[in-house]
Each structure stands twice: as C-alpha cells, then as structure tokens.
C-alpha cells in the first residue's frame, strides 16, 4: 500500500508556471466513513487517453500522511461504477513537478481553486517554503474535503 503524504491550500495569487495539460477528472464515492474512504476516478487526459482507478484511502492518525491503495481498473467497470454513485464531483487538474514536490492545482465548477502540495520525502516536507502565490492550508477543512465538495453535487 502506497503512501500519500500531502497538503492542501487556497491560491491566493497568479501561480507561475505555465499550465498546460489539464486533465478532467470524474469521481464518485462508493463508502465514506469517518477514517476512510472508497471510491472510482476516471481521469481524461487532453490526449484522449483515460485513466479509471478504484481508490482506498486510510486516515493513519500519526501526521498528514494517508494510506493509499489506487489500482487501475477497466475503464467500462469503473463508469458503471461511478453512475452508481450518489457522491460525485468533477474537477480540472494541472500538475507541476519541481524537484521531489509535486503541485496539483485542482479548479472546480463552482470556481474554486485549491492545490495539493504532495512531498516525495519526509526532507522535501521539512525544507519546503510556502510560494507567495499560496494561501491558507486547508488540510483536513471539511469544506474543502472532496467528499464535502461531491456533496454540492460539482459537475462540470
């Protein structure tokens, strides 16, 4: 099981990089409990190519750090599955890799802007500084949760 070691915040300010691939992404929530969560995304990217995954998330309670489980599935089992879901949202990504730091700036139809700092390492997440262009972290704000978000039904 893989490790996703993240964090979350507003954008304040013009981001700096060019953002040139964004990627639709479709999700829907099979179980959501308290300390973890299941559910299917399917990632379009400007390609044409897609990407269907079942993902299992575990809250480990010791730092920002979740167990990640998130394999790829056939792409017809993971659209019947989404229909399935009652907790869906839709949302653009552009992600931008610097050094062991990677940057998803997520947009959603109700024009929010969020982006997910994920660190490589323990090191990187310890020596990382906080762009002028990013605001407030919002890890863990049940606002901003993507289960809360798929709530307000966010479909583009």
């Not at 400007?46 to 809250?59: A, D, I, M, Q, R």
């Not at 990677?102 to 982006?115: C, M, Q, T």
Request: hydrophobic share 35%; net charge negative.
């Amino acid at each position: 099981m893989g490790k996703e070691n993240e964090k979350k915040f507003k954008i304040i300010g013009e981001i700096p990089f060019p953002l040139k691939k964004p990627e639709l992404i479709e999700q829907g929530y099979i179980f959501v409990e308290k300390d973890k969560h299941l559910r299917v995304r399917i990632i379009h990217d400007v390609n044409g190519y897609v990407t269907p995954t079942l993902g299992l998330k575990f809250e480990n309670g010791k730092d920002i750090g979740r167990d990640e489980y998130e394999p790829i599935i056939q792409f017809t089992d993971a659209k019947e599955i989404l229909e399935r879901c009652e907790l869906r949202l839709e949302k653009i990504r552009n992600s931008y890799v610097m050094g062991l730091i990677k940057y998803d700036i997520d947009e959603y139809p109700n024009g929010l802007k969020i982006v997910e700092v994920e660190f490589e390492t323990q090191e990187a997440k310890d020596e990382w500084e906080k762009p002028n262009w990013i605001g407030d972290e919002i890890s863990g704000v049940y606002k901003y949760s993507n289960i809360t978000l798929a709530k307000k039904k966010l479909i583009f």
